[in-house]
């Protein structure tokens, strides 16, 4: 077992009942201080630990961690430092949080490295040079099959074959928070007779994880999937917004675009893979069986419960969906297998959506979409209004976890408001 994900292990740090950020969880993020430059950071309870004033006061000086890769915008030149020394800082630091180890004078020290979560901003955690997202709950793309084809032939006939997927736009990547204008385009209503301009009518959200590339290949190199872990280095929550309606229109032949790009928001936090240890669990049987490249042995999927809440403007929360990551029928594993077979090279903090995860039931779909069945199945609020799609002033909240032995690892919220098209975010 990781030393760090000891689950008997208990901090000097206050952590509120159920928080996400015990001492076992340790995830990795960029904040910005009052007056500083933004660093690295993790998170315990509802504090957050400046990595670079630890760094400062000599906790880490045996690990050989360059300033600059502490002291930086983004986790990219920290996690290039490899598995070996993030492991360790992640180590470290539950040494020095650990209630029954005195050796590290950390407790009288922590007014300079511990700061309160809300009183810092959380920045985007990585620069992401290439976005990948993919289609691989298998209930999700027979929902989508069923409403807009057959039926009785809902999955493509590559779906059960490789894990599907396209090349999105990485410079709309924007952190937790970050409020989102109602993207425009074109879309061609059924009773419409030629296509019209103006802001989607058919806004939707998509509950998904992402990882993050943690180590690089060459061009011509191919990832094998026996040792794929070795290139994930973390997850976080996503939601890949989508104008229905947008995205319906343009897709053939060449799928997603504008319904996709113009925003997809990530969790402020990434959980490395291997704080989510304790939650590994076995896929869905894949049948037919899949090609040698695409084979694998043990669990590789995760138990993580998630959901996603809508609120209305000046409302409460309301829960529209709980789903699951265990559900998904590709793993990460297969998926980053499958894009780098053709020797396509990846690089450190490159971003891998899973798709839509969906589970088998409706209140576990993943979509407006599925949720309200294509607007047929409204869903009704506690304020009395209904959701078909999501409406100007709503917020989308993503939220999900692991729970083991008591202790919960989560990844923080991935939240989002929809602002009038015509509204300017920065103003």
Not at 67 to 86: H, P, S, V, W
Not at 159 to 180: D, F, K, M, N, Q
């Amino acid at each position: 077992m990781i030393k760090a994900n000891n689950p008997e292990l208990t901090s000097w740090v206050n952590i509120p009942e159920k928080s996400e950020f015990p001492i076992q969880n340790l995830p990795f993020g960029i904040v910005q201080l009052e007056g500083k430059k933004p660093r690295v950071a993790s998170a315990i309870g509802d504090q957050v630990i400046d990595l670079f004033r630890v760094w400062e006061l000599g906790f880490l000086a045996d690990l050989d961690i360059p300033r600059a890769a502490l002291e930086n915008q983004y986790l990219n030149d920290f996690i290039a430092l490899g598995k070996k020394t993030t492991g360790a800082v992640r180590e470290r630091l539950s040494d020095i949080l650990n209630a029954k180890v005195d050796r590290w004078n950390s407790r009288e020290m922590s007014e300079h490295f511990l700061h309160p979560m809300d009183q810092v901003q959380l920045l985007l955690p990585i620069k992401v040079g290439d976005y990948t997202d993919f289609y691989s709950s298998i209930e999700h793309a027979t929902n989508v099959g069923t409403l807009f084809r057959d039926p009785k032939n809902a999955l493509m006939p590559n779906w059960r074959h490789l894990p599907v997927g396209y090349h999105g736009r990485a410079s709309s990547i924007i952190v937790s928070g970050t409020p989102i204008v109602r993207p425009k385009g074109q879309s061609k209503p059924a009773d419409a007779t030629v296509p019209q301009f103006g802001p989607t009518r058919l806004m939707d959200f998509e509950l998904e994880i992402g990882f993050v590339v943690g180590k690089e290949t060459a061009l011509g190199e191919s990832v094998d999937i026996s040792n794929a872990e070795e290139f994930i280095f973390g997850l976080g929550l996503f939601n890949d917004w989508s104008a229905r309606d947008i995205q319906g229109w343009e897709y053939v032949p060449l799928g997603p675009f504008l319904g996709k790009n113009f925003a997809s928001t990530l969790s402020p936090w990434i959980v490395t893979l291997e704080a989510l240890e304790p939650f590994r669990v076995a896929g869905p049987k894949q049948d037919p069986e899949v090609l040698p490249y695409l084979q694998y042995e043990g669990a590789k999927n995760y138990d993580l419960h998630l959901e996603v809440a809508i609120r209305p403007e000046d409302g409460e929360d309301f829960t529209v969906c709980r789903s699951n990551f265990k559900y998904m029928y590709w793993n990460m594993c297969q998926q980053l297998a499958h894009h780098s077979v053709n020797g396509c090279n990846i690089k450190v903090g490159d971003l891998y959506a899973s798709g839509t995860i969906s589970g088998p039931t409706p209140d576990s779909y993943g979509s407006m979409l599925e949720i309200s069945w294509r607007g047929t199945r409204p869903v009704k609020m506690p304020d009395g209004s209904e959701r078909k799609f999501i409406k100007d002033g709503d917020t989308v909240t993503l939220r999900g976890y692991g729970e083991s032995n008591g202790i919960r690892i989560g990844f923080g919220d991935a939240v989002g408001k929809i602002l009038p098209a015509h509204q300017n975010p920065q103003a």
